[in-house]
């Protein structure tokens, strides 16, 4: 459920479909795609100059009754990243619930398409799913997206019994008591100090919480807010192991000082893109404060 400018008769499902199209196809097929009628391709895949596509993924449930929202988005650039500060070109209505989307747009990645649910808003009443809209304004136009209460958008949440998918426990060292599985938003009440130019070391334990072999664990690092380019190393990673857990890390490195928040995206990868399937990953979010060299 996407509005696009200058389109009135593109649907919430033939809009899901082309979306469906765009995600799970070569970058080449996708440029030959053909077009749907009106002034406006969504087969527009280019290496910058694109705009950024607000996304609702879906609804899942928590266990004590209360909901999550899942919104993404689909940066068109193959080799572009776009940057859309909060405010009047990056927003949420109601307002209440502005403040956590992402400011920072990766571009398209290379083999799962586009960025899946990286940002959830909780809600205690699904009835008011509907009214929630994510706006951006790129280029001169306005793309929004309204979030949705429909049975045909709920998801399956930490696990998915029919791929044998689980959403995996994350801790980052040091940190043991604010250890986090699933895809909700939740922001710890801890920063990491960095420097400008200096790698900070971000180190996380990854485990099954069903103790089964991990298999293939999708890693996937990315500035979620921030002033100024994030460089990681590793930034998309896949981790084969045999085990039930293992440790990994990254760095990352600003070029700016500041206030940052880093996303990590880890997915149950075993049978291939779970994210396709809307299951099973957690989400984790790390606040960086960032000085100027000395």
């Known amino acids: 459920m996407v509005r696009l400018p200058g389109r009135t008769g593109l649907g919430p499902v033939a809009a899901a479909l082309w979306f469906c199209l765009l995600a799970f196809s ?11 009628s009106g002034d406006w391709m969504l087969r527009n895949l280019r290496p910058s100059g694109q705009p950024v596509i607000p996304l609702f993924d879906g609804w899942y449930y928590n266990p004590d009754g209360t909901f999550e929202l899942c919104f993404g988005f689909h940066n068109l650039n193959t080799a572009q990243n776009v940057e859309i500060p909060l405010g009047p070109d990056n927003f949420i209505e109601p307002a209440r619930f502005d403040g956590l989307q992402p ?6 990645p290379s083999e799962y398409r586009r960025r899946f649910c990286v940002f959830t808003i909780h809600l ?3 009835e008011e799913a509907p009214a929630i809209v994510w706006t951006l304004r790129v280029g001169g136009q306005t793309y929004s997206v309204p979030g949705s209460s429909s ?35 939740v ?10 130019g200096v790698p900070v070391s971000l180190e996380y334990t990854v485990t099954d919480p069903n103790a089964i072999p991990l298999g293939v664990t999708r890693v996937v690092w ?44 880890t ?4 049978l291939g893109n779970a994210y396709g399937f809307h299951c099973c990953w957690t989400n984790r979010y790390v606040r960086v404060s960032v000085d100027e060299a000395q």
Not at 187 to 194: C, G, K
Request: no cysteine; glycine share 8%.
């Open 151 to 185: 049975v045909h958008y709920r998801m399956d949440e930490l696990e998915q019994s029919s791929r044998g998918n689980s959403a995996p426990l994350v801790r980052f060292d040091g940190l043991e008591e604010r250890e986090h599985r699933g895809r909700m938003m």
């Open 267 to 270: 997915v149950d990868w075993d």
């Open 124 to 126: 205690d009443d699904l």
């Open 103 to 108: 400011t920072h747009f990766d571009e398209v």
């Open 187 to 196: 922001l710890d009440d801890w920063t990491v100090s960095a420097t400008v």
């Open 26 to 36: 070569p970058v080449e097929a996708q440029n030959r795609l053909p077009s749907a």
């Open 222 to 265: 990315g500035k979620h807010q921030g002033p100024g380019p994030v460089e990681f190393g590793p930034e998309d990673d896949r981790v084969e192991t045999e085990s039930v857990s293992f440790s990994h890390a990254t760095t990352a490195t600003f070029r700016d000082p500041g206030e940052y928040l880093l996303r990590l995206q």
